[in-house]
């Protein structure tokens, strides 16, 4: 499927959250693997591994790449939802995948395959689950062919991203934290993620309320988050980041 690269929302050409892919195959499986301009294989919770837009678009241009991806960041404010094999070979819609792309009503586009949607959406992550490496999970799926196959990202994944949106939705990421979060909770409410009402963690901060740590400063400003999203103690952490970054 080509990429209309002129449909891809302008906010997400700003970020330095870029990387390319390819469609191999992994244990009889196809997936599709991050890789950078140079060649050598991505990852979508590595930084370092991020790329430009420009960068990414220019490598794909000269070859090599099935496409170009976005990496959603647990700093950023975006939030994404996949819903695979949800278009019939007639293009009509599965019924529960309709009603969330109605309900999310942001931008969203056909993915490569053809037979899915990705949605890009601003929204929190709206539980608290931590894993064994002491990082939290920022992925979660849900799996029922036929009816709703969904999985919902807030960070340490990357979305292809074609540009071939639906029409009659938005052009723009929109901003939808309480609408996802009630999908949210009807799709995963047997996980028991709710026990408690745990607050959430996805935000531009580490810990909303608190300073932000240098690392994550300076992912925000090498991806061109906005201070003034930013909490009153951010933007003095980061105007003071900015007075004592060295000019090269």
Not at 5 to 33: C, H, M, S, Y
Not at 72 to 94: E, H, R
Not at 146 to 166: A, Q, S
Not at 199 to 219: Q, Y
Request: proline share 6%; aromatic share 10%; charged share 25%.
């Amino acid at each position: 499927m080509a990429v209309n690269f002129d449909a891809i929302p302008e906010e997400l050409k700003a970020r330095n959250q870029w990387v390319l892919w390819k469609q191999i195959k992994r244990a009889g499986k196809l997936t599709k693997v991050p890789f950078q301009p140079n060649g050598i294989e991505g990852d979508s919770s590595d930084p370092t591994k991020w790329v430009s837009y420009a960068e990414a678009v220019e490598a794909y241009n000269k070859g090599g790449f099935d496409g170009i991806g976005f990496t959603f960041d647990s700093l950023d404010p975006y939030a994404g939802v996949d819903l695979d094999d949800c278009i019939s070979a007639d293009g009509t819609f599965l019924p529960e995948a309709d009603n969330v792309i109605y309900e999310l009503d942001s931008y969203c586009e056909i993915s490569p395959s053809g037979k899915g949607i990705k949605i890009f959406l601003k929204a929190k992550i709206p539980v608290s689950i931590p894993k064994k490496d002491g990082k939290y999970q920022q992925g979660f799926e849900s799996k029922r062919p036929g009816i709703l196959e969904i999985e919902v990202y807030y960070g340490n994944r990357f979305f292809t991203l074609t540009g071939n949106r639906l029409p009659n939705y938005p052009a723009t990421i929109e901003e939808r934290n309480d609408k996802l979060t009630e999908i949210f909770k009807e799709v995963f409410k047997d996980r028991n993620y709710f026990d408690g009402e745990s607050e959430p963690i996805h935000s531009t901060n580490e810990n909303i309320g608190e300073p932000l740590s240098s690392d994550a400063a300076e992912r925000l400003l090498a991806a061109g988050q906005s201070v003034i999203d930013l909490s009153e103690a951010d933007k003095s952490f980061i105007c003071s980041t900015l007075s004592h970054t060295p000019k090269v």
